[in-house]
């Protein structure tokens, strides 16, 4: 299975952009790109997803390089709520099918937010 | 409101011991998932199925074995328990189309003693 590196941590201030990176430089082609983000003391809930083009949506925006190797999670004004771990994944297809199956987890970045 | 529902919060039992921990989702999600979370090795799947009485092992099955008899219910059994797998289970399910997310559970922490 490809595997995600990301940053062990990072920090922010409240307000400001905050871009997560992540490393899958043995993506394949049908691999999905999903982000998900587990608040302190809960299960982890998800954010974004996408494959080739750019993604946004209510939470974040999800931009991914040319030779998808690489990708950015974007969070537009981060708020002290948004303090959480971020986890990268890449979503495989199901052996011989066109499901898809499971979710394989990194370790994450953990991000802080200052007031 | 969508729902994965993890029968114990917090679990305490002995070493030796046969541990059943149950998951059940109301949202008849194919795929579900059995996840350990320890500190600083970040979530790492355990078993996964994609239909009832499938399963894939994950990264780390040994020592688990699971159970899907019904679509809604997936159950993680840990035959005989031992203090290594002291940690926090957290149970999750999807569909198995991509393009949808997957949904935890709150979690069990579960202490063996």
């Known amino acids: 299975d490809a595997k995600t590196t990301q940053p062990n941590s990072m920090e922010s201030n409240e307000e400001e952009p905050v871009h997560l990176p992540c490393n899958h430089s043995t993506i394949s082609g049908t691999d999905y790109i999903h982000w998900y983000r587990q608040l302190p003391s809960q299960g982890p809930e998800y954010v974004i997803h996408g494959l080739t083009s750019n993604v946004n949506n209510r939470m974040a925006s999800l931009a991914i390089a040319e030779d998808r190797k690489s990708s950015t999670l974007i969070l537009h004004r981060a708020t002290l709520r948004d303090a959480a771990v971020y986890y990268c994944i890449l979503r495989a297809r199901l052996a011989g099918g066109t499901s898809y199956g499971k979710l394989t987890f990194g370790q994450g970045t953990i991000l802080t937010v200052h007031p | 409101d969508v729902k994965v529902t993890q029968s114990s919060r917090y679990l305490v039992k002995r070493t030796g011991e046969k541990v059943f921990l149950e998951c059940v989702q109301d949202?008849?999600?194919?795929?579900m998932f059995w996840y350990r979370q320890d500190p600083g090795l970040g979530l790492r799947l355990i078993y996964f199925?994609?239909?009832?009485?499938?399963?894939e092992k994950g990264d780390i099955p040994e020592g688990y074995s699971v159970s899907r008899e019904k679509k809604e219910r997936f159950s993680l059994i840990l035959e005989s328990a031992s203090t290594n797998q002291t940690s926090m289970y957290l149970c999750a399910s999807s569909m198995i189309r991509v393009n949808t997310e997957a949904f935890f559970g709150q979690g069990t922490r579960l202490t063996v003693v």
């Open positions: 199925s994609y239909d009832v009485k499938m399963k």
């Open positions: 949202m008849d999600h194919e795929n």
